[in-house]
């Protein structure tokens, strides 16, 4: 292919991703508002949504668009959904309550902020409730072992990936750096870079390390573990971890197995829930069905990411304090009654 073909395609694909978001743009398509009433849990045919996710090598794309796939043929069609690569959280939230999107992934430190007027959303509570929470969000912190960082302090004056601008990731690590005394906009060299650039600036060395929320295992961190597994280490956060609860008690400490990427040994960090979202107003009897099918083909989900296996109807309704919206709720219930 030569460079003038090379453009035109790439000009195409941006394109038909443009289209694809405009297209797929929740409230945009059809999903009606709430009428209030008793929830039948049944939709009319020709309901488009749109699902934000997050980075393209990240959890979020790769279950959100297992996930479109399911809603799809969990209602024959009558749903029709297509998940869109994102800065993920906070851009998924501000989307979602635009309209651009009828479902949208987010860890729940920050839905939490949305809900509350807090953090990324001061002083404007967000009218967003929860479909279910899902899996957990671990927080990896990885450097190049070059560069001499033995903790997040140790970050002073490097060259430190903090996630795509508007992400949950970006959320976590300024907190994380504050907590450890420093100034994200002025002690490090910030570079605001999605999962695809960060893995790429650890490989060149053009970046000293980073900070990802995700689930296990992340495509992009296997990538780089596979590649360039000399070269890289994990970091231990847990000490941050009773500065990181005064901020919000959604925190808690977690391991990553050995097994997940191949290291020595588990990996000790901190980890939070995530949450599928939606905005408060969706009409329950579509919030129904969308919940069902994340239960319904869970099966089908866990082939997509291994993340999937702990959503459960256990912890599902745990999403405090964000609300679960009663079209969730009615499914969840009969859900749990069909057990």
């Known amino acids: 292919m030569n460079r003038a073909t090379k453009a035109v395609a790439t000009l195409a694909a941006v394109g038909l991703g443009l289209a694809g978001l405009v297209g797929c743009g929740g409230r945009q398509d059809g999903a009606s508002t709430d009428a209030g009433g008793d929830v039948s849990c049944e939709v009319g045919a020709d309901t488009r949504i749109g699902i934000a996710t997050g980075n393209a090598t990240g959890v979020y794309f790769a ?46 430190d920050t839905a939490a902020d949305a809900v509350a007027g807090k953090g990324s959303f001061e002083g404007q509570a967000q009218p967003v409730q929860a479909l279910s929470r899902i899996y957990t969000n671990y927080t990896q912190v990885v450097v190049r072992t070059g560069a001499g960082i033995t903790s997040v302090a140790g970050m002073k004056g490097k060259r430190i990936s903090t996630g795509s601008p508007k992400s949950g990731t970006e959320v976590i690590a300024h907190r994380l750096l504050q907590a450890a005394g420093l100034d994200p906009a002025s002690d490090i060299q910030a570079q605001r870079l999605d999962l695809t650039k960060t893995v790429d600036g650890m490989k060149d060395g053009s970046i000293d390390a980073f900070f990802w929320s995700g689930g296990l295992p992340t495509p992009g961190i296997t990538d780089l573990l596979t590649t360039s597994r000399d070269q890289v280490a994990f970091l231990d956060i847990t000490p941050l971890l009773p500065e990181m609860k005064k901020v919000n008690p959604v925190y808690e400490a977690g391991t990553i197995p050995a097994t997940t990427y191949g290291t020595p040994a588990e990996v000790r960090t901190i980890v939070v829930p995530n949450l599928l979202l939606v905005k408060n107003d969706l009409d329950a009897n579509l919030v129904c069905v969308l919940t069902r099918a994340l239960f319904d083909r869970k099966p089908q989900l866990e082939q997509a990411n291994a993340a999937a296996r702990e959503i459960s109807l256990e912890t599902a309704r745990n999403t405090d304090p964000v609300p679960l919206h009663r079209g969730a709720s009615k499914a969840l219930d009969d859900l749990t009654e069909a057990k």
């Open 63 to 108: 279950l959100g668009n297992a996930y479109a796939e399911q809603v799809t043929t969990a209602t024959d069609g009558k749903v029709k959904a297509s998940a869109a690569e994102t800065g993920a959280s906070v851009q998924n939230i501000q989307q979602l309550v635009a309209g651009s999107y009828a479902v949208a992934f987010s860890l729940a």
